[in-house]
């Protein structure tokens, strides 16, 4: 009997082992007789001598892969097990499998960073994710891809983008126009990201016939939707009451994901976001999973990346000079 132990720190574990470990899965089915267990960053191979030797370098190779690709296909997986060259289906690989949808002219809209990867990997593997972070992060756009993706692929037949109606320092009482008018703006962000990805005349068809609908969040109460694709964006916007009343309108066969921004809340002082609470609440249900983006993941101008890091580093200097916080500090030193 033979133990061996792997270190995977600084791994990225979901896309060594996939979704529901389904790539590491591939390797106890190809080996039965080899226990392979992963616990915090210690991977452990118990068995036969020899097999156990076997599995370790096989393993050692998909580190490797990983590494130098940035990402791990099943494919490339497969050919590692069946001792296959895997640089050729990593290479090809690496070319073709961030691309989402291809957009108007032919534009190949990918997961340009490691959390937009996970963010698509994650919503593959769960029908309701939550992808949180700072703006310019992707986090809308990416969604959008997804749901337009499988709109394409005939997964579903609509797809629903919602917002709340809810002001940044402004009044939709001054716009000028009826209600449609006036919560248009709003939406804007996501009718840009579907002009991205379908041609016009199809774009107007599609909205025209209700195959994507966007409207504004309080249109949803007493809805059941259902095959559909559900995008739920600036959620940070939304009272714990709100984003459960969304939450529950969801079908038997539908996806969603809810994207949000924690540290630009419109909300009034009085009132806290409920996106952070039901992301919390929801972690531990299964196919429910959350991804947590960052300024690293910043995919606009250089300088957001600069300005988002500036504005956590004020928000956390606040957060230690609050009354609340010297008070802690006080007692930790009685």
Known sequence: M?????????????????PRNAKLNLLK???PEVQISHRGTSLKISGDKKLTQKVKSKIELLIRLLKEHDQLSVNTVKDVIGDLNPYHTANNHRDSSNIIVYGTRGKK???????????????????????????GTGKTYTAVALAVKALKNKLVRKIVLTRPAVEAGESLGFLPGDLKEKIDPYLRP????????LPLDKLEQFMNNRTIEVAPLAFMRGRTLDDC???????????????????TRLGPSAKCIITGDLSQVDLPRSQKSGLREAADLLASVEGIASIYLTSEDVVRHRLVKAIIDAYERQSKEKALSSPS????SKEGKQ
């Open 2 to 18: 033979s133990e061996i132990y792997l270190s995977t720190e600084g791994l990225d574990i979901l896309e060594l082992f996939g």
């Open 229 to 247: 694709f559900i995008i739920l964006d600036e959620a940070q916007n939304t009272t714990s009451a709100q984003l459960k009343m969304f939450l």
């Open 190 to 197: 996501l009718y840009d990201a579907l002009e991205d990805m």
């Open 325 to 328: 916080a010297k008070i802690s």
């Open 29 to 31: 089915e190809a080996y």
């Open 109 to 135: 809209i990918k997961a340009r960073t490691r959390n937009q990867k996970k963010m698509v990997l994650l919503s593959e593997s769960n029908d309701i994710l939550f992808a949180i972070g700072p703006a």
